[in-house]
Nanobody
């Protein structure tokens, strides 16, 4: 199984990023996939999850600036982040929801400067 997350980078506060994750080696449908993040010194938390049918859930305090989407034909799940804040600085990972331990990859680092 490979989860290839990309799209992170260094951005100024107020900017936007679009993260993408391509899933290979694991059934993409009808599985629920999501984005998680882990900030320095903090526990990993769920950002957003989306079922193959389009049902979406956002983690606590994640609604508004985060938008999850998926393309079932391309085995891709994406996360649009707007109005980035320094506290959004974290490594962002994609995984199934609930997550499978063996699926955690390197993620993609998002760094937001003030």
């Amino acid at each position: 199984v490979q989860l290839q997350a990309s799209g992170g980078g260094l951005v100024q506060a107020g900017g936007s990023l679009r993260l993408s994750c391509v899933v290979s080696g694991s059934p993409f449908t009808p599985t629920r996939w999501g984005w998680y993040r882990q900030a320095p010194g903090k526990q990993r938390e769920l950002v957003a999850a989306m079922s193959s049918g389009g049902s979406i859930n956002y983690g606590d305090s994640m609604k508004g600036r985060f938008t999850i989407s998926r393309d079932n034909a391309k085995n891709t799940v994406s996360l649009q982040i707007n109005s980035l804040k320094p506290e959004d600085t974290a490594v962002y990972y994609c995984n199934r929801v609930p997550p499978i331990t063996e699926y955690w990859g390197r993620g993609t680092l998002v760094t937001v400067s003030s």
